[in-house]
T-cell receptor, first 112, second 112 residues
């Protein structure tokens, strides 16, 4: 299976703290994406990083990509209660199969 | 606002009774996807369309079929639902395969 794995599976932090989630994958990729899913809802795209990029920022989000280690991390700074959700990484393999493979997800809980 | 719409949001069916889930989009995207997501798991791709070209995942059961009559609409047919088919079904679109995907809110299917 090409499915990525995320670490940790679950994370609880106090509001205002930073949250870091990690994603590992198995194949060479064109890009890696992070999505958020609130309970019982659809996924929302957060950020896309391409294989030739090492770091990307969007608001309170910082994503890094290390293609030599086949891993990525998502950092959420100054967390808020509204950040409580599941976070998934997804990869597009570079053998042109036009689809994303999702990781197992991290369940993030922000404690007010 | 441009969006992806799924109907119904909740669907209850009986074991073996066919059911159809629908998805529509106002984004005018070429690519549409159907995912199955079971509780606390990653979304699993069932099918995707690049324009009218249909792509079936190798492990998608024959019980599942899909139709895309035009750019805006896509349907998921489950011919004989089993208890194991109870899940959230997510529709997504993208302008380019492998790029950012836009998800609908999902249809929660219950099989009695």
């Amino acid at each position: 299976s090409q499915q990525g794995e995320e670490d940790p599976q679950a994370l609880s932090i106090q509001e205002g703290e930073n949250a870091t989630m990690n994603c590992s994958y198995k194949t060479s990729i064109n890009n890696l994406q992070w999505y958020r899913q609130n309970s019982g809802r659809g996924l929302v795209h957060l950020i896309l990083i391409r294989s030739n990029e090492r770091e990307k920022h969007s608001g309170r989000l910082r994503v890094t990509l290390d293609t030599s280690k086949k891993s990525s991390s998502l950092l959420i700074t100054a967390s808020r209660a509204a950040d409580t959700a599941s976070y998934f990484c997804a990869t597009e393999a570079n053998f042109g199969n036009e689809k994303l493979t999702f990781g197992t997800g991290t369940r993030l809980t922000i404690i007010p | 606002d441009a969006m992806v719409i799924q109907n119904p949001r909740y669907q209850v069916t009986q074991f073996g009774k066919p059911v159809t889930l629908s998805c529509s989009q106002t984004l005018n995207h070429n690519v549409m996807y159907w995912y199955q997501q079971k509780s606390s798991q990653a979304p699993k791709l069932l099918f995707h369309y690049y324009d009218k070209d249909f792509n079936n995942e190798a492990d998608t059961p024959d019980n599942f079929q899909s139709r895309r009559p035009n750019t805006s609409f896509c349907f998921l047919d489950i011919r004989s639902p089993g208890l194991g088919d109870a899940a959230m079904y997510l529709c997504a679109t993208s302008s380019l395969a492998g790029e950012e995907q836009f998800f609908g809110p999902g249809t929660r299917l219950t099989v009695l």
